[in-house]
């Protein structure tokens, strides 16, 4: 059986064994059972006898393995039988067989959860978290979480001040596992004032000194959403951050993989609360034989605790790690340099001299890196460093990676009246356009336009080149559309045209890699969890409906609010104070689409056939042809419609659901099948497909037809990364063998938690199919309409 063999014809012979005195033997057909039950569920009642009589017997080791084993059988026929003995052993007088016994109701209630609560199993639960045993409340508390995650509504753990207090006297003498059981659910309880969140935190902190890093930070985890509540002027504040960096800082003498989640923990941490951590920069400096994981997140937090009191120390290990032979953390000790530059304005100019410095070195990556970030210093600190252009120019021969020269065309097109030969440099650039990435394509374009407009009369060639080259010989529409709004803004008003490509950039953003403060207030109920190590909320990335539940810090008291800086809102702030995170519909729509969403004109409404838009031909009926209304007339109110069983979609307010209370469509549009994969290029496979979304589930319909003389079999399917991270849900199944001239239609469910890498364009989907003949590959471009939520609500103010 552990070695992979299939012995579930021995099954009557090994039930017969189960009457035996010898533990170790009984052990071993208890391990049978419980991996060849499911297949034998007839065969499995024989046994029910024999775990009835086991549950009473005088050896409590032996009842607890009869009740752990009733448990882990996952057939509906022998759950029935379990109840009686499950009761007895719940209320046994051995502790360990009452904190087995309240595992194996979770188990129970995940086959059954109908038959727990009508025998009062839950109850029975509730009762456990007062046991006198220390290890059966750890274990009562598991259980009762572990239901409430799978039915949030049902207010299971009704956590209050006196079962708080019975946990955390059953903290102090639990196992490991016990204490992390303890802990979680303790972060699921909302002290109710200031005073009381102090009073479990000061129970809590003894737990950081712990030698298991799993109750570390569990204990941080309690302590971080606690603190919350606390005022910042309490001593004890200030006592609490000084208690959680040793801990923190310990985690990182462990082995690599311990080092590289702790790491992950503490980027979060240091986002929502740096100061806990400001003096303690020196741990995060790499070591030579940190694996290159472990380096790159130190590098990380080391930019998040730059200040200016620790900026030099930073920048000396920094340019020192610039010299590495490894060449990703070379690239992003570079860009960390640029970081630090844009992050700490005192430290901007010995940024900028460490860069150049580095660019004297000639090593060809380290110089491509150095000017995409000079390229964004630039933007933090307009014409303040603009002396280093020159030595920049005198590197642009050994450019080879997309990024860096774009951002090299930026700085010539941005700083061309600075630089005597811009439309030479320009112009050796133009010369392989075609070969050229999207991404230098657009900015050559954007920057020779640019040229143009502050040095007319020597470039006008120049200038219709890369228009002529943009518009007609190119075949990315971005680039092309791109092209025609430059020339006609060229040709029609000249002056409008310099006021919009040379207008006022804005400041770049200190920090554009932070994570948005809702999600890390989530992410921070989360440490200590997968959750934290992929800095993704669980709904991200568990399917189905268990660990999904939203989480979020409790809400601050009224002396805290005082003290909060003016970037994160408190939550009880009144809606105006809050910033904009979604700009108002009338900046997204009225600007876009130039569409008058005010009241409706009195009058009777325009037919669709009748309406004068650019876009309508090309839509072919309409805008409101895509929507799947009628007329188009914007709503006088945002009250509910009478009728909800009429049809949705009638004009632009039902697309953005600002009218009903209904958040699904009745059916988005589906594209019809197109050949994907033609039979000539497949060897007689020919694939034709489309995409489509049902109530939150993406598709891929696909249809195969052998054209071939020979029959086809196994078949797997398999994507490349891509823009939204679109991967199979289920392996491509083909039930029978495709005959020749036999089309078989296949719907394959898709889901967006695969790898994920930008596209060009970004709707790409690199696709390999495999058979019994040979691996084909193709390529095809998703509507991007599939990844949008149906209940997604647009506020109508």
């Not at 009218?659 to 034709?688: C, N, Q």
Request: glycine share 4%; hydrophobic share 40%; proline share 6%.
């Amino acid at each position: 059986m552990t070695v992979g063999k299939d012995v579930s014809a021995l099954f009557p012979d090994v039930v017969n064994c189960m009457q035996t005195d010898n533990l170790e033997l009984k052990k071993l057909v208890y391990l049978y059972l419980m991996n060849y039950a499911k297949s034998q569920p007839d065969m499995a009642i024989m046994a029910v006898n024999t775990f009835v009589k086991d549950c009473e017997d005088p050896n409590p080791l032996i009842r607890a393995l009869a009740v752990r084993t009733m448990g882990c059988i996952r057939v509906d026929k022998i759950t029935e039988y379990l109840c009686e003995p499950l009761r007895k052993c719940l209320k046994d007088e051995d502790p360990y067989v009452r904190k087995t016994a309240a595992v194996c109701v979770a188990k129970l209630h995940d086959i059954n959860a109908q038959l727990v609560e009508d025998q009062g199993f839950l109850d029975t639960l509730k009762d456990l978290i007062s046991d006198s045993n220390p290890m059966v409340v750890a274990n009562a508390a598991a259980a009762l979480s572990e239901i409430a995650e799978s039915h949030p509504s049902s207010n299971l753990l009704d956590l209050n001040p006196q079962s708080i207090n019975k946990l955390l006297t059953a903290l102090n003498e639990c196992t490991e596992w016990g204490q992390i059981f303890i802990l979680d659910c303790l972060a699921n309880y909302t002290p109710k004032d200031d005073r009381e969140a102090q009073s479990i935190c000061e129970r809590v902190t003894p737990r950081l000194s712990h030698a298991n890093s799993a109750v570390v930070l569990s204990a941080v985890k309690v302590l971080m959403k606690f603190m919350e509540m606390l005022s910042k002027d309490l001593d004890y504040y200030g006592t609490l951050l000084k208690k959680l960096a040793p801990p923190l800082v310990t985690l990182l003498s462990a082995e690599p993989e311990l080092q590289y989640v702790a790491l992950r923990n503490i980027n979060l941490i240091v986002q929502k609360r740096p100061e806990i951590l400001k003096h303690e920069m020196k741990v995060f400096f790499v070591k030579y034989n940190d694996p290159i994981y472990v380096k790159l997140e130190k590098l990380d937090i080391m930019i998040r605790l730059a200040s200016q009191a620790n900026i030099a120390q930073v920048l000396a290990e920094l340019k020192e790690y610039a010299t590495e032979v490894d060449v990703d953390f070379v690239r992003k000790a570079v860009r960390a340099i640029g970081r630090c530059a844009i992050k700490v304005e005192q430290s901007a100019e010995r940024c900028v001299s460490t860069l150049l410095d580095l660019i004297q070195t000639k090593v060809n990556y380290v110089v491509q890196e150095a000017i995409v970030v000079i390229k964004d210093i630039f933007r933090k600190y307009p014409n303040k460093y603009e002396s280093v252009i020159a030595t920049l120019c005198e590197n642009l021969d050994s450019l080879d990676e997309p990024e860096a020269r774009a951002a090299m065309i930026w700085i010539v097109g941005e700083y061309a009246e600075r630089i005597d030969n811009a439309d030479e440099l320009l112009e050796s650039f133009l010369e392989g356009f075609h070969d050229e990435s999207t991404q230098v394509q657009l900015q050559l374009l954007t920057a020779i336009v640019k040229l143009f407009l502050k040095k007319p009369t020597e470039t006008q060639e120049l200038v219709q080149q890369v228009l002529s080259l943009a518009t007609q010989d190119s075949d990315n529409p971005d680039l092309r559309d791109r092209g025609y709004i430059y020339w006609r803004l060229l040709s029609t008003d000249p002056v409008a045209a310099k006021e919009v490509v040379l207008a006022e950039k804005p400041l770049i953003s200190e920090e554009t890699d932070l994570i948005e403060p809702t999600l890390l207030d989530e992410l921070i109920c989360y440490i200590g969890t997968l959750a934290s190590v992929y800095h993704k909320p669980p709904s991200a990335f568990v399917e189905g409906g268990r660990g999904v539940v939203h989480k979020s810090l409790p809400p601050r008291t009224a002396s805290n609010e005082s003290t909060e800086s003016p970037e994160t809102a408190p939550a009880g702030a009144p809606p105006g104070e809050q910033p904009d995170v979604i700009p108002a519909q009338g900046d997204l729509l009225g600007d876009l689409l130039n569409l008058d969403l005010g009241p409706p004109v009195s009058g009777p409404p325009l037919a669709t056939s009748s309406v004068q838009m650019g876009a309508v031909d090309l839509l072919g009926g309409g805008l409101d042809s895509l929507i799947g209304g009628t007329n188009f007339v914007a709503p006088t109110t945002a009250a509910a419609p009478a009728n909800l069983g009429a049809p949705i979609g009638s004009g632009l307010s039902d697309l953005f659901d600002l009218t009903s209370g209904v958040g699904t469509l009745s059916g988005s549009y589906v594209a019809p099948k197109a050949v994907w994969l033609p039979a000539m290029k497949a060897k007689g496979l020919e694939i034709s497909g489309t995409f489509t979304r049902q109530v939150a589930s993406i598709s891929m319909d696909l249809q195969l037809t052998n054209k071939a003389l020979q029959v086809m079999t196994d078949f797997a399917i398999q994507f490349n990364r891509n823009s939204f991270g679109l991967a199979p849900a289920a392996p491509l199944q083909v039930h029978a063998p495709l005959s020749p001239n036999q089309t078989v239609e296949i719907s394959l469910p898709l889901s967006t938690v695969g790898s994920v890498m930008k596209m060009e364009p970004l709707n790409n989907l690199q696709v390999a199919v495999k058979n019994n003949i040979d691996v084909f590959y193709f390529r095809t471009l998703y509507p991007l309409h599939i990844l949008f939520v149906e209940d997604g609500k647009m506020g109508e103010s």
